[in-house]
Structure formats: structure tokens, C-alpha cells
């Protein structure tokens, strides 16, 4: 079976209620970072606005930001901390056109298939759903994305855990289905305490036995990384021949690991800065079409923030961006859902094992 995109239908701007709206008000900023009373803030969901009497889409979108219409007539969508004194920032809170501001939920949605019975036994996702056709369009998405777009993975530590997840991940890089990494200092940390020791937080990462003193072992893999000044020559200084970081470094793969409270240490590349941690994070989410969030919950309610359900791409054509969250709690994938991000695909199980199925899928393993 072959991946399809599904096309994407704008509104219908003829209709009276839309051709007749008057155009979006804006306020100017007069304290950065502050956006002025009624500002409209975003949805994850291409919204227009009408300006100078022309519906107007906003290219590149998140949730939860501000609108400005810049000299030139386009639409930046900006964090209300990142406003410029000046800045003419989109206001009013209706989204149906009354007021210039159009949110448009369905412009994916094929109208053949909509109608049919209301009611359904499982309206959400458990660990007693079937999950096969979703593997199964999964592994079409991603072969076509290899070719026509860009996969983001955002990694928990869970795959450092396991000798044949990290083995799965390294494969899934070499063969091109990663285009850039997210991750916590957690996931690098004992990922590369995996290439060195065969261990993770000291238990061989296949039998799980605990190794004698491998409580040390993560603590003495950031010491020499931050004695080698990087994780790249950290893996040029050791000879590191393995692992999920050495594939991502070998293959020039981007990663943005943020750090926590808790961290040890931590990795040179680890950020610190949360503020400065979510611009990169976003920086690399806004090149995504397919984003896929694995057992880690904060940075998959973060990164689902951020990602919105459509990406306009240089001709013009608005496609859609596919957004996947794996984890073996059904707490986890549900919040992200009741946190708006309502186009995720969710699937409830271990991620080592979804890493596995995927690999095989893909004939990779």
C-alpha cells in the first residue's frame, strides 16, 4: 500500500459569513513582552485572518502564542514573552470570522468519510486496542517521510535501557527515518553508558544483572565527555562503535537534549536554560512533518505545544503534520490529548517493544 497525504481543503471564503467579516484589529505592543489586552492566541489548527479585505493564513503555527502582522502583510505567531515594543498583535477572541479570525479544524477531514453512527464503544485508546492498522500506517508514513519530509523522534531514557531498543534506534538512523533527536540528559547519558560498559544506571542493558561498582558508570561517562568537551569527541576519544548517539553523530543526525533539576552532571550539550532549551526545541520542530514522542511525558506535552497540525511548504501547499505519542501508561498518551493536541496518533505499550516492531516492519532487523 502506498502513503497518500491527505489533501488539505481551505475554507470556503465565498460564503457570506466569511466574505462579509471585517478585518482582523490589531493592538500595538507597548511593554515587551507583554501582548495587549484580548490578544488572540493560537490553536494547533490552521487559523486565517482577514487582512485588507484578503483571508490570510498563518504559515508557521503553535499553540498558545500571539499573532503579529508585520509591514509586509504576513503573519509571524510569536511567544507573548518574545513581543517587540511595537509589534501589531492580532486581537479578539471569537474564532468562527465575526471578528476576522477564522480557525479552520477540518481542512484534512474527507467529507466522504464523515456521517455514520455517533456512538462507539472506545472512544480513546487503551492498552485493549488493536493498534495494527496504526503500525501498519506507520511504517508507509515513514518510508514516505524518509523521502518527503522530516522525522523528529523525542526519546525518554527507556531506550538507553535495553541492548536491542538501542540497537533498533541505531538502525532506524543509519537507514535515514531520523531527522533530528529530542531528548533529556538521561537518554544520552546512558545511552553512551550503554557503548562504554554494556550497562545502564549499572544493570547490563540485556540480562538486567547489576554489575559490580556500575552505579559508577553513568556518573564516569559524563565525566569523561565533559573532560573530552563533547559527546562527538567523547565518541572519537573512547572508540565508541554503538549505540543511539553515536548513530545520530555518524549520520550528522541534529539533537537538542534539555536538562532537568534533577541531572547529574551534566553532557556539555545539555541546555541548562529551559527558556533557551524550548527555542531550540522549536527550531527543530518547526522543520517536522511527522513528530513521534516516546515515554516521556513533559517533553511530549512540550513538544505537542509546539507542534501544530499543518506545515505550509515552500510552493505554497499546506500539508499535514503527523504527531505520534508512545508510552506504556495510558495517563500519559490521554493528557496530551486533553491538552489539545486532539490530531495525535497515541498507542499504549512499551516503547522498547514498539522500537522493535517498527525496525522489523521497516525489514530493517
Not at 534506534?169 to 533529556?184: I, P, S, T
Not at 536554560?273 to 513521534?292: F, H, L, N, P, W
Amino acid at each position: 500500500m502506498m502513503f497518500q497525504l491527505p489533501e488539505y481543503r481551505e475554507p470556503d471564503f465565498t460564503q457570506e459569513k466569511l466574505a462579509n467579516a471585517p478585518d482582523a484589529a490589531w493592538e500595538a505592543v507597548t511593554i515587551a513582552g507583554v501582548a495587549p489586552e484580548n490578544y488572540h492566541s493560537t490553536s494547533m489548527y490552521p487559523e486565517y485572518f482577514k487582512i485588507n479585505g484578503k483571508w490570510t493564513l498563518a504559515k508557521e503555527s503553535r499553540m498558545d502564542s500571539s499573532v503579529v502582522l508585520c509591514d509586509d502583510g504576513e503573519l509571524k505567531v510569536v511567544e507573548n514573552r518574545n513581543l517587540k515594543l511595537g509589534d501589531r498583535v492580532i486581537v479578539g477572541r471569537t474564532e468562527n470570522g465575526e471578528e476576522g479570525i477564522y480557525l479552520h479544524s477540518t481542512g484534512f477531514t474527507d467529507p466522504e468519510e464523515e456521517g455514520g453512527d455517533k456512538f462507539v464503544f472506545r472512544q480513546g485508546r487503551s492498552r485493549e486496542t488493536s493498534y495494527a492498522r496504526d503500525y501498519d500506517r506507520f511504517f508507509e508514513l515513514l518510508k514516505y517521510e524518509r523521502d518527503h519530509g522530516n522525522i523528529l523522534w523525542v526519546m525518554g531514557p527507556a531506550f538507553s535501557f535495553d541492548a536491542d531498543a538501542r540497537r533498533a534506534m541505531q538502525v532506524m538512523v543509519e537507514n535515514g527515518f531520523v531527522d533530528g533527536l529530542m531528548a533529556g540528559n538521561a537518554l544520552a547519558t546512558h545511552d553512551l553508558e550503554g557503548s562504554m560498559f554494556h550497562t545502564a544506571l549499572g544493570q547490563d542493558i540485556y540480562t538486567q544483572k547489576s554489575q559490580p561498582n556500575g552505579h559508577y558508570h553513568h556518573l564516569d561517562v559524563i565525566n569523561r565527555v565533559r573532560k573530552s568537551g563533547s559527546i562527538p569527541q567523547f565518541i572519537e576519544d573512547y572508540k565508541i562503535d554503538n549505540g543511539i548517539m553515536y548513530s545520530c553523530v555518524k549520520n550528522n543526525v541534529p539533537f537538542v537534549l534539555t536538562g532537568s533539576i534533577r541531572d547529574d552532571g551534566p553532557l556539555p550539550e545539555v541546555i541548562g536554560d529551559a527558556y533557551e532549551g524550548q527555542t531550540k526545541m522549536r527550531e527543530m520542530v518547526k522543520k517536522s512533518t511527522t513528530v513521534i514522542c516516546l515515554a516521556t511525558m513533559l517533553h511530549t506535552i512540550a513538544t505537542g505545544n509546539m507542534t501544530p497540525s499543518y506545515r505550509v511548504l515552500e510552493d505554497g501547499t499546506v500539508r499535514p503534520v503527523f504527531l505520534y505519542t508512545v508510552d506504556a501508561d495510558e495517563f500519559v498518551v490521554n493528557k496530551l490529548l486533553d491538552r489539545g493536541s486532539l490530531a495525535a496518533t497515541t498507542i499504549v505499550t512499551n516503547v522498547q517493544d514498539f522500537i522493535m516492531i517498527v525496525a522489523k516492519g521497516l525489514k530493517l532487523m
